[in-house]
């Protein structure tokens, strides 16, 4: 009988599949970046058909990387980005309009105006860009009319093409940020759905985290394997963390940094800035985390690397281990609004304190204190304001951390310990212990080897002087 696993995870920048055992050993891994383009300011946009090919191509290539098969897999299961929108035909597969990203802001206006109808979406919600997405639609009507019209984020439009057009689905986790799910009834909202004149027909069908959901269709991929898992991407790492405990907590340094800390079967609201979410419904038994995100990290490096001609991921995470302070420049980074805590989508950016004795390596050092700075802040946020014990250590993941001086940095600055995970990849890990779950070969609350860790970076500076550093830099870059 098989009894490996495939992870799919679709980020914002890179799509990668991994093949695992159920003990968590990986055999084999590949993964392709995804192409992003910009059409108008604000505007973040993919193409879906092109993510469809990409996630073929990797799955095929991770498998050839450990001479296995499809057909040698127990069980799939998909993580991605979440809150981004695209619409397609039922019938024929093919995608009606771009994936709009999740941090696309084309749905600014519209947020304004349901907040000034006491309905609480920001504009990175699905539910502020799919009527505007909708109306662009020419053939709706029709489409509408014959049950042909399809929406969800990319989590269901992979597994519709996955399954041959058998399965419209997606899970609470992924759910609950689209802004449509109701929370005390954990289906979809009819009176959102109604006031924004929307048909629920067109919606996914809403399923358990874990559990078989679908077939991988015999005809497309050659394979019949169960998809037994569909789970939002920071949801999948804090599972992969091994932090589904109450006050656990991890950071993901990806696109974004984005800090989740677990409050178990308690619900908890702390503000809109800090919002709640589900980490995963099952059986009957639901789980919840309070979630904080910096929208500008890994693509914030990505821009000063680019900018100031810093060279490559490994020439800058040098650049910025050999530097040892900034020399007073400052960078703030809200390239796509300043996210929690502040819930401001019309900053943008900031760098100052140049001089003409400012080198490369101070830049570079602004760029990573920046990151660290605003993670404290989201940080701060989640355990002050919810009470929650901070726990001994943080756990960490994402392809910044191979930036050892950003993890020390941000050890220093939170002054607490950071355990990075050894894979990197904790959101495929969550969504492979996820899999294992949903085919029996884990139990619900298990995580078997998936939580493995290469380096502890624990704080090496005075307290005192990080904190002066910090608020120095808040003076600076708020005023």
């Known amino acids: 009988m098989p009894e490996l696993i495939l992870a799919l ?119 502020a860009k799919l009527e505007l997405m909708l109306a662009g639609i020419e053939t709706r009507a029709a489409l509408l009319a014959s049950n042909r019209l399809a929406w969800g984020n990319i989590d269901s439009y992979l597994i519709y093409k996955l399954t041959g057009g058998a399965a419209h689905v997606t899970d609470r986790s992924q759910a609950w940020p689209t802004g449509y799910l109701g929370l005390a009834t954990g289906a979809w909202n009819p009176d959102l759905i109604g006031f924004q004149g929307l048909d629920e027909a067109m919606f996914p069908t809403l399923v358990d985290s874990w559990g078989e959901m679908g077939q991988t269709d015999l005809r497309t991929l050659g394979a019949s394997v169960p998809i037994t898992a569909v789970i939002a991407d920071q949801q999948a790492a804090l599972i992969g963390q091994g932090c589904e405990a109450e006050g656990a907590g991890k950071i993901t340094y990806g696109t974004s940094a984005t800090v989740n800390v677990s409050t178990g079967k308690k619900f908890a609201y702390i503000g809109p800035n800090l919002p709640p979410f589900f980490v995963s419904a099952a ?113 960490v993941d994402g392809g910044l951390t191979d930036n050892d001086a950003l993890m020390q940095l941000q050890a220093n600055v939170l002054g607490m310990p950071l355990a990075r995970h050894s894979l990197r990849e904790a959101t495929a890990c969550g969504a492979a212990i996820c899999a294992a779950r949903g085919v029996g070969l884990l139990g619900p609350e298990e995580t078997s080897g998936f939580s493995s860790y290469d380096q502890i970076f624990a704080p090496d500076q005075d307290k005192a002087k990080i904190d002066h550093g910090f608020e120095t830099w808040k003076t600076q870059v708020y005023g």
């Open 9 to 127: 995870d679709v980020g914002t920048t890179n799509l990668t599949a991994c093949i695992f055992t159920p003990a968590g050993q990986r055999l084999g891994q590949a993964s392709a970046g995804l192409r992003t383009r910009s059409v108008l300011p604000g505007q973040v946009e993919q193409d879906p058909a092109l993510i469809w090919q990409t996630a073929r191509k990797v799955m095929a290539k991770a498998l050839g990387a450990c001479g296995r098969s499809l057909a040698d897999m127990a069980a799939i299961g998909v993580t991605s980005q979440r809150t981004s929108v695209v619409f397609w035909d039922r019938k024929t597969g093919a995608a009606l309009t771009p994936l709009v990203v999740w941090s696309d802001l084309r749905g600014a206006d519209r947020a304004k105006a349901l907040q000034a109808a006491g309905i609480g979406i920001v504009a990175q919600q699905a539910a």
């Open 283 to 395: 059986a009957g038994q639901v789980t919840y985390c309070i979630e904080g995100m910096v929208f500008s990290a890994g693509n914030a490096l990505d821009w000063v690397r680019r900018n100031f001609a810093l060279g490559g991921h490994a020439a800058f995470a040098k650049l910025t281990d050999m530097t040892k302070d900034s020399g007073g420049t400052f960078l703030l980074p809200a390239f796509q609004g300043l996210g929690a805590p502040h819930g401001d989508p019309t900053k943008t950016g900031l760098i100052g304190g140049l001089t003409l004795s400012t080198g490369p390596g101070q830049i570079a050092r602004a760029a990573i204190e920046g990151i660290a700075y605003r993670v404290r802040e989201v940080v701060d946020g989640i355990y002050d304001g919810s009470g929650l014990a901070r726990p001994e250590v943080l756990r």
